[in-house]
């Protein structure tokens, strides 16, 4: 079966940077899209980074533009994210997402999800 599986989410202070991996197994990934999704406390889950198949073109919610960066190694079935000039309301709950075909940010059109992994900025 499918399995997206996160890691690298800590503790970091305002200003600190955090770089999550996503590694996947049970699925053709260089067939897929993938993306990030977060969910803060009390928070509907929100988009927040996506890369195509090849890895050729991203796509980011405004809030993290020039921020975060998404990659990925499809001979290592990973995506990254790596995030930068971290700052308190960046705490959430990191999920990575799978899908076919083209990048996009709408949560539904995801097939399959990570466990998440979380990710705690102090100030």
């Known amino acids: 079966q499918v399995q997206l599986v996160e890691s690298g989410g800590g503790l970091v202070q305002a200003g600190g940077s955090l770089r999550l991996s996503c590694v996947a197994s049970?699925?053709?990934?260089?067939?897929?899209?993938m993306g990030w999704f977060r969910q803060a406390p009390g928070k509907e889950r929100e988009f927040v980074g996506s890369?195509?198949?090849?890895?050729?073109?991203?796509d980011y919610a405004d809030s993290v533009k020039g921020q975060f960066t998404v990659s990925r190694d499809n001979a290592k079935n990973t995506v990254y994210l790596q995030m930068n000039s971290l700052k308190p309301e960046d705490t959430a709950v990191y999920y990575c997402?799978?899908?076919?075909?083209?990048?996009?940010?709408?949560?539904?059109?995801?097939?399959?999800w990570g466990q998440g992994t979380q990710v705690t900025v102090s100030s």
């Open positions: 997402a799978a899908k076919l075909s083209v990048v996009t940010s709408r949560e539904y059109d995801y097939n399959y």
């Open positions: 049970g699925l053709t990934f260089s067939g897929y899209t």
């Open positions: 890369i195509s198949r090849s890895g050729g073109f991203t």
